[in-house]
């Protein structure tokens, strides 16, 4: 059999990882600032890591979630504590499209209402509904396309309140900061009004922080920048440092129903065990500031470089835009100065590492990128 070919692929095998940096499988080191699409949050193979998912994966893999998940209670606890939502609750999926899938989903159940607001350059993923509020329509199929979404532009204020006057929306949902859309920062302006918006015509505020979350943006979420709180919010990617596993945070405002939400693999004993592991981790090195104040180094060297046409960013989540096509130079990132990093559209090169880049990476990213302009 075949591997389905859907991924244009780079001629290079990852066999192993450490920290910041990777290995292929001739041994050459590869610096990291991709974390493999944002998802490496506490470095590759972190001791603590490896040791709670092998110790766990020998204890108990799996089992179903018809019975009591101890390790379920200990995640929601402390990731309640660290990300400053104690009173919402945790449900616990697989991947950023199924949090989304969900949150799109609870939201309707609790409103009864069906139309859903999403923003230009928006990306939620791959399955029904959260494709269907994605702006890129060459990922809809025609089998996705019966839901009855609107899209406006971000910061825009003033188209919010048009559509939103209507009172036929059920939720809104925009991310913490655009990542395939080129990182893209919402106004924290325009997030508090958003926020007062959907309170007024009692519409859900649903916020993605698949990518934008987890300490990534220097704050555990990038929209508290704005002081505000969502209604729900969806995390993936680092929560669990590249164990398949995501999360739809609750405010206590939505009844749980039995049965109205669910899954098999969704919570099982060795992603939790790894989760839980993740936050420790972050607590204890210290990582959400880590990524503030390298994130903020970074941001202000590589603003003083010449012939960039912008560079944005908060903490590790960083856009870099050319006035060209940035092929070439990501090629001779990678194959001449052996630096892993991520693209949006054509022209922008993505820096998502993982959160504890030293500022000696931060040094040596610069430099060898200053080699290939
Ligand atoms: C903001 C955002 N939402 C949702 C997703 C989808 O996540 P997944 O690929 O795990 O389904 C992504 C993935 O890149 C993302 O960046």
């Given at each position: 059999m075949n591997l389905f070919d859907v991924y244009p692929l780079f001629p290079i095998e990852i066999t192993r990882g450490k920290g910041c940096h990777v290995y292929d499988k001739e041994g050459t080191e590869y610096l990291d600032l991709y974390g493999g699409h944002a998802v490496i949050s506490v470095g590759h193979a972190h001791p603590d890591y490896v040791k709670a998912i092998s110790d766990q994966v020998a204890q108990l893999g799996f089992y179903s979630n018809s019975v009591v998940n101890g390790l379920q209670r200990r995640l929601a606890e402390k990731l309640g504590k660290v990300c400053g939502y104690d009173d919402y609750a945790l449900f616990l999926i697989n991947s950023g499209a199924e949090a989304n899938e969900n949150a799109l989903k609870l939201a309707s159940f609790h409103n009864g209402k069906k139309q859903v607001l999403a923003f230009k350059h928006s990306f939620h993923g791959r399955t029904a509904a959260a494709v269907k509020v994605?702006?890129?329509?060459?990922?809809?199929a025609p089998v996705n396309e019966g839901m009855e979404v609107n899209f406006v532009e971000l910061n825009d204020i003033d188209a919010v309140r048009r559509e939103l006057s209507?009172?036929?929306?059920s939720s809104v949902i925009i991310e913490g900061i655009q990542g395939i859309g080129g990182i893209q920062i919402p106004d924290d302006g325009f997030m508090q009004a958003l926020r007062a918006e959907c309170d007024k015509h009692d519409v859900v505020l649903i916020l993605?922080?698949?990518?934008?979350g987890y300490g990534r943006?220097?704050?555990?979420?990038?929209?508290?920048y704005a002081g505000i709180k969502a209604d729900l919010i969806t995390v993936a990617k680092g929560i669990c440092n590249g164990f398949p596993m995501s999360g739809l945070i609750i405010s206590p405002k939505f009844t749980p129903v039995y049965g109205q939400l669910g899954t098999?693999?969704?919570?099982?004993h060795l992603g939790c065990a790894g989760a839980i592991a993740v936050l420790d981790i972050i607590e204890k090195e210290h990582l959400i500031e880590n990524a503030a104040k390298v994130g903020a180094w970074l941001l202000n060297e590589l603003k003083?470089?010449?012939?960039?046409k912008e560079v944005r960013g908060r903490g590790l989540m960083i856009g870099l835009e050319f006035e060209q096509p940035i092929k070439e130079i990501r090629r001779k990132l990678l194959f001449e100065q052996h630096v892993f990093t991520g693209v949006a559209g054509t022209n922008t090169i993505r820096l998502l590492p993982p959160l504890c880049l030293t500022q000696a990476d931060a040094e040596e990213f610069v430099k060898r990128f200053k080699k290939c302009l």
């Open positions: 994605t702006d890129i329509p060459k990922y809809v209507k009172g036929t929306y993605d922080e698949i990518q934008s943006s220097g704050k555990f979420f990038a929209h508290q098999t693999f969704g919570g099982n003083g470089i010449k012939g960039l």
